[in-house]
């Protein structure tokens, strides 16, 4: 059974950085052929994506966090990254980790994110 476990929310000031991880485990086919994401949602509004890494390493970023957040991956260690910097009240939310390997598609627990003013 895939899973996949966040790791690394918590609280920061404006300003600050905090670095997201998310471990996958139990594939039977290699990471590097999986799309990963992290996707977040605030409190009474919908998720949304915030950055993809295919699985040739190209990146996509919601326009509120390009410049400030990256996604990164290391297959050999079967985790994918957010490193948020210069974070915003407004970044508060819970982050979810998910995998895409059509059809299926794979999603962590979340870890939440909270930035102070």
């Known amino acids: 059974q895939v899973q996949l476990v966040e790791s690394g929310g918590g609280l920061v000031q404006a300003g600050g950085s905090l670095r997201l991880s998310c471990a996958i485990s139990?594939?039977?086919?290699?990471?590097?052929?999986?799309?990963l994401g992290w996707y977040r949602q605030a409190p009474g509004k919908q998720r949304e994506l915030v950055a993809l890494i295919n699985s040739g390493g190209s990146t996509n970023y919601a326009d509120s966090v390009r410049g400030r957040f990256t996604i990164s991956r290391d297959n050999a260690k079967n985790t994918v990254y957010l490193q948020m910097n210069s974070l915003r009240p407004e970044d508060t939310a819970a982050y979810y980790c998910?995998?895409?390997?059509?059809?299926?598609?794979?999603w962590g627990q979340g870890t939440q994110v909270t930035v102070s003013s």
């Open positions: 998910a995998g895409f390997r059509p059809p299926y598609e794979y």
């Open positions: 139990g594939t039977n086919f290699p990471i590097n052929t999986m799309g």
